[in-house]
């Protein structure tokens, strides 16, 4: 069992940056894919990006916008959100799996999500 916490998140100005981290307890993360997704209200949960052994992928909306990085000593997981929209606002969640993959359902473990609010 591996148990997610995320945290970093809050309000924020358009154009302003801000960093999300996601602490892991049960078991080292340096065996798993680590995502972060987001759900805004209303909305269907989104891939953000990901971080594996063969690489990192990041959804269309924020690329060139945000990074992925990994401290595997410290079992943390880091996402670096730069240059912030309103439509970047929604509950970020935390997600470790055994695949490298954007969907949903390749994930085992989540976070509670921590809520990024972008104001204008």
């Known amino acids: 069992q591996v148990q997610l916490v995320e945290s970093g998140g809050g309000l924020v100005q358009a154009g302003h940056s801000l960093r999300l981290s996601c602490t892991a307890s049960?078991?080292?993360?340096?065996?798993?894919?680590m995502a972060w997704f987001r759900q805004a209200p209303g909305k269907e949960r989104e891939f953000v990006a990901s971080d594996t052994r063969s690489g990192s992928d990041f959804g269309d909306s924020v690329k060139g916008r945000f990074t992925i990085s990994r401290d595997n000593a410290k079992n943390t997981v880091f996402l670096q959100m730069n240059s912030l929209k309103p439509e970047d606002t929604a509950v970020y969640y935390c997600?470790?799996?055994?695949?490298?993959?954007?969907?949903?359902?390749?994930?085992?473990?989540w976070g509670q999500g921590t809520q990024v609010t972008v104001s204008s």
């Open positions: 997600a470790a799996g055994s695949r490298r993959a954007t969907m949903t359902r390749f994930y085992d473990y």
């Open positions: 049960g078991r080292t993360i340096s065996g798993y894919s």
